[in-house]
């Protein structure tokens, strides 16, 4: 019986290789997308994460767990189990080994065989430069992305007028962009980036440099005592992102292992967001088992500068622009009126079962911020400083994960205190739970964070979270949360404290590798501003939406994949009647292994009640190109996605895609505004690799 059960891993096994990596970034893309519900997110770093270890698999055979956890696909548990298995049993001989481990089922060793290797090789920690040139790999990104639907700010205009308006934009509807990188391993990365958004000039104007967006980085990876260093834009992660986190995370997802954050805390920057990274330099040092993390960034932030005219020569900034845009008078006036310090420190201890860290951030501005306050927003960063220290823990003992973060925040006008303590427990293969409370004072500032959350701030939030995965048999699995959230004070839109709750439960049928099945109930109850006619005084309602989504996967055979999905939403609330929304999507992928063209295809249809009934759903593109957007109103979409592979050492994307509205003669609003039904994006992108 032991002979068939190695036999089937083995047949498994050798097709589980030849999946696309595509599955599992998507997979985890959509975690990301579900939970902020944005259209504009650069998931870059995430994806070459993947990427990277894809090609260049992880040899458990001389894994310390780091390479591990920063994967993102392994609790702190089964890692420690392999490492605890290696020590006990010697090196493993064959990958099929890892079906003695205790904490880990069939199901996550398919999950990570693209990712793992077996080898009796030492990883070697010294690098000559003749390696890193022989070894090294070059690549080049060119992307096109035109606007075809003309805009309401894009009408050719007189110059005069423009430039005594801000409806209207300097530069062209195209995206162009470019990127450069050099790479060794996880050893060495150099490279740069540049973007010109939609409205933007290009060679001339505000934008005579060329592109609106420059970044560079110079990024090494070394052994013993130089863990790394980082010169020019770079991103840090520590503890579960209540101080300091520099980059997108997971939160609530159906997989409840999103729930902690699994820091990298330091890593080269190769992103377009022109907000969420550090410019300057960067040192993690290594002694036994301590390690010092130095950085010190210095950058512009666009904002609107005021001059107080009360006293000569002082300036204040009113409000902070994230946007990165530069297209029309006003936002041109606020481009890099800001300048950013920021510098830090973190010390850990590590050995195999704890993890202890402790972190002081210290960031300042030449110009004091000054809001316009109200009574939502008095509690939020005012001044000119700040100063935040924190201190994390990860504890393994056996099959129980225990960790947290402290955070405290100083500025001249308000402290706070942000605590989070969690739990992940698996109790054997079949059956894990996570417990996560979370305590953020209305007073906590700090500007890079990701906490867990269930507003966009890591602030004003106290909360509860529970969840499970059960493996119920070989077929069927299930996955549940529940979290209990409270906001203690005002937020944006809601004029009293409030509360709220999220329900979500995931059957899983997967009785074979070609086809699966999940059905989805989600229920969120948050509170928010009431609509009610003749009341003088506003009073908050309960706003309760229901989500349901039936998934079906299948793949017909090695080339062609099938996933059809419906999505139903409803709204309700006292002050409105109750709003719907479905939507249906059937994707085809054609990807051949002797072809070199690969050929995705979409076609949905959509409707809904409003915008506030919206469905974001993922959507394939071009390598890091990401496209998650809102399907709302009445309509279809469709697009195709072709990849083109050639010489080797190239690779050619184009994608073609629209929307088409029935009962829209208008699309958008302000400068934004299309005048017609149908909305179209095209993107062409060219890859040389060598």
Request: glycine share 6%; hydrophobic share 35%; proline share 2%.
């Given at each position: ?6 036999l089937?891993f ?9 999946q ?6 998507q997979?985890?893309?959509e975690f990301?997308?579900?939970q ?36 993102g ?12 298995h ?5 090196k ?7 079906q ?8 996550t060793i ?13 990883d070697?920690?010294?690098?000559n ?19 075809i ?41 150099i490279?740069?980036?540049a973007?010109?958004?939609?409205g ?17 980085h ?14 020019g ?9 209540l ?17 902690k954050?699994?820091?990298i805390?330091?890593k ?30 210095f950058?512009?932030?666009?904002a ?6 009360t006293?000569?020569?002082?300036e ?15 936002e041109?006036?606020?481009?890099d ?87 992940l ?8 739970l ?14 890079y ?48 404290p ?30 928010r ?50 709003e ?13 292994k002797?072809?070199p063209?690969d ?25 890091y ?25 190239a ?31 095209l ?7 060598f």
């Amino acid at each position: 019986m032991k002979l068939i059960h190695t036999l089937i891993f083995v047949f498994v096994a050798i097709s589980i290789f030849a999946q696309e990596r595509n599955d599992i970034i998507q997979q985890r893309i959509e975690f990301i997308s579900e939970q902020l519900e944005s259209e504009s997110i650069d998931l870059t770093n995430l994806i070459e994460q993947l990427n990277f270890y894809y090609d260049e698999p992880i040899n458990i055979n001389t894994t310390n767990g780091l390479d591990l956890e920063d994967l993102g696909l392994l609790t702190d548990v089964q890692i420690n189990d392999l490492i605890l298995h290696r020590k006990v049993f010697g090196k493993f001989i064959s990958i099929y080994e890892l079906q003695s481990l205790k904490y880990w089922d069939l199901e996550t060793i398919y999950l990570m065989l693209p990712f793992i290797s077996v080898d009796e090789r030492l990883d070697n920690l010294h690098i000559n430069f003749k390696d890193a040139i022989k070894d090294g790999k070059f690549e080049l990104f060119l992307r096109y992305q035109p606007g075809i639907q003309q805009k309401s700010g894009y009408r050719d205009v007189p110059d005069s007028i423009v430039e005594s308006s801000n409806k209207y934009y300097y530069g062209n509807a195209d995206r162009y962009y470019t990127r450069f990188r050099y790479s060794y391993r996880t050893n060495i990365s150099i490279g740069f980036t540049a973007e010109k958004d939609p409205g933007e000039q290009f060679f001339k104007g505000a934008q005579k440099q060329g592109f609106d967006f420059y970044s560079f980085h110079a990024f090494y990876r070394g052994g013993k005592y130089l863990k790394s260093f980082a010169l020019g834009d770079y991103q840090i992660q520590l503890g579960q992102g209540l101080n300091l986190w520099s980059s997108y995370a997971f939160g609530k997802s159906s997989d409840i292992l999103t729930m902690k954050r699994n820091p990298i805390a330091l890593k080269p920057y190769t992103s377009v967001d022109e907000s969420r990274f550090f410019r300057g330099a960067a040192i993690n040092l290594a002694y036994k088992k301590l390690d010092l993390l130095l950085f010190s960034s210095f950058k512009t932030i666009d904002a609107s500068a005021v001059q107080d005219s009360t006293i000569d020569d002082l300036e204040f900034v009113s409000t902070i622009n994230l946007s990165g845009l530069h297209r029309t008078n006003s936002e041109i006036s606020r481009m890099d009126n800001l300048k950013e310090f920021i510098s830090g420190a973190s010390l850990n201890y590590r050995n195999e079962y704890v993890k202890i860290g402790v972190q002081g951030i210290y960031q300042t501005y030449d110009k004091p911020l000054n809001l316009n306050l109200r009574p939502y927003n008095q509690f939020y960063f005012n001044g000119q400083s700040l100063l935040s220290l924190s201190s994390n823990y990860n504890i393994v003992y056996k099959n129980i994960n225990l960790f947290g973060e402290v955070s405290y925040s100083l500025n001249e006008s308000h402290s706070g205190l942000a605590m989070l303590h969690g739990a992940l427990v698996s109790i054997d293969t079949r059956l894990s739970l996570g417990l996560l409370f979370r305590d953020y004072d209305e007073r906590y500032q700090t500007f890079y964070n990701a906490g867990f959350s269930e507003g966009s701030r890591t602030q004003n939030e106290n909360g509860l979270y529970a969840g499970l995965k059960f493996k119920v048999n070989k077929s069927w699995s299930i996955n549940a949360y529940t979290d209990i959230f409270e906001f203690p004070w005002l937020k944006y839109g809601v004029d009293a404290p409030s509360k709220g709750h999220e329900f979500l439960i995931q059957p899983i049928y997967k009785p074979s590798r070609d086809f699966q099945i999940y059905m989805r109930f989600r229920q969120q109850l948050r509170q928010r501003n009431g609509n009610f006619e003749d009341e003088v005084i506003t009073r908050i309602e309960d706003v309760v939406q229901r989500n349901y989504r039936l998934n079906i996967s299948k793949k017909i055979d090695k080339y062609i994949s099938l996933k059809s999905r419906v999505e139903v939403v409803n709204i309700t609330r006292d002050s409105r009647e109750k709003e719907n929304g479905i939507l249906f999507t059937q994707d085809i992928s054609f990807k051949p292994k002797s072809f070199p063209v690969d050929l995705t295809l979409r076609y949905a249809l959509f409707d809904t009640d409003s915008y506030d009934t919206r469905i974001y759903t993922y959507e394939n593109n071009a390598l890091y190109v990401f496209s998650i957007p809102a399907y709302y109103y009445q309509g279809s979409r469709a697009y195709v996605l072709m990849r083109y592979s050639f010489l080797r050492s190239a690779d050619l994307w184009i994608r073609y895609g629209f929307f088409l509205y029935n009962n829209r003669n208008e699309i958008g609003s302000g400068s934004e505004l299309i005048s017609g039904n149908k909305r179209t994006d095209l993107t062409v992108q060219l890859r040389i690799s060598f």
